[in-house]
């Protein structure tokens, strides 16, 4: 079964930065699309970024374009999202996922269950 872990997130204040990262076990990233979602207190879980593991485009929601970063290590196994100037409306509990396209990804198409997430908390 495939097996997905988030890490890196934790309290920071507005404007600041955090990484991210997914761990993938029992099935690898290279060739995959993979992809952030996150999921607001209230809310319904919605998709964040996404990077094609053929030729490595991305898509961004439109909240998150010039401030996030999406990457990734096949070599690691690992997925990456980097957030600068954060905002209080990007508190939410972030998770990744993965698919054969961005596009899927982009239409909340996953492939795996999904992992417990890791909360990020963004104060004024």
């Not at 988030?6 to 993938?24: K, M, N």
């Not at 996404?50 to 998150?64: E, F, K, S, W």
Request: proline residues 2%.
């Amino acid at each position: 079964q495939v097996h997905v872990v988030e890490s890196g997130g934790g309290l920071v204040q507005a404007g600041g930065s955090l990484t991210l990262s997914c761990v993938v076990s029992n099935a690898t990233v290279s060739g995959y699309a993979m992809g952030w979602f996150r999921q607001a207190p209230g809310k319904e879980r919605e998709f964040v970024a996404a990077l094609n593991g053929i030729d490595g485009t991305i898509r961004y929601a439109d909240p998150v374009k010039g401030r996030f970063t999406i990457s990734k290590d096949d070599a690691k196994n690992t997925v990456y999202l980097k957030m600068n100037s954060l905002k209080t409306e990007d508190t939410a509990v972030y998770y990744c996922n993965r698919n054969f396209a961005a596009r899927m990804l982009y239409y909340g198409r996953t492939l795996d269950t999904w992992g417990q997430g890791t909360l990020v908390a963004v104060s004024s």
